[in-house]
């Protein structure tokens, strides 16, 4: 059975960084497309970025310059850089991963931006 592993969250004041990671445990095959979605509480779950097999990268736009989306395809193991933190990023943050037959997901990581 495959489960993904998320780590990296925390707290951390704005301004600062944090990395989160996303593991699949298991074999997947042909994972086209790696997700970082968050919720933050009383919001809807919003798609933050993606990285499609080809290397190819989308970001929404609130996280555009400061987030960076990186891939492991050895490891199925995707990564979120996260710079430049604000209050607004708090968030539960899930990984997802697509293939051909069905989707996975995380079971989230809380970030939380305070002073």
């Known amino acids: 059975q495959v489960q993904l592993v998320e780590s990296g969250g925390g707290v951390v004041q704005p301004g600062g960084s944090l990395r989160l990671s996303c593991a699949a445990s298991?074999?997947?095959?042909?994972?086209?497309?790696m997700d970082w979605y968050r919720q933050a509480p009383g919001k809807q779950r919003e798609l933050v970025a993606t990285?499609?097999?080809?290397?190819?990268?989308n970001y929404a736009d609130s996280v555009k310059g400061r987030f960076t989306i990186s891939r492991d395809n050895a490891k199925n193991t995707v990564y979120l850089q996260m710079n430049s933190l604000k209050p607004e990023d708090t968030a539960v943050y899930y990984c997802?991963?697509?293939?051909?037959?069905?989707?996975?997901w995380g079971q989230g990581t809380q970030v939380t931006v305070s002073s």
């Open positions: 997802h991963f697509r293939t051909v037959v069905r989707e996975f």
């Open positions: 298991g074999s997947i095959f042909t994972i086209y497309a």
């Open positions: 990285s499609f097999s080809g290397d190819r990268t």
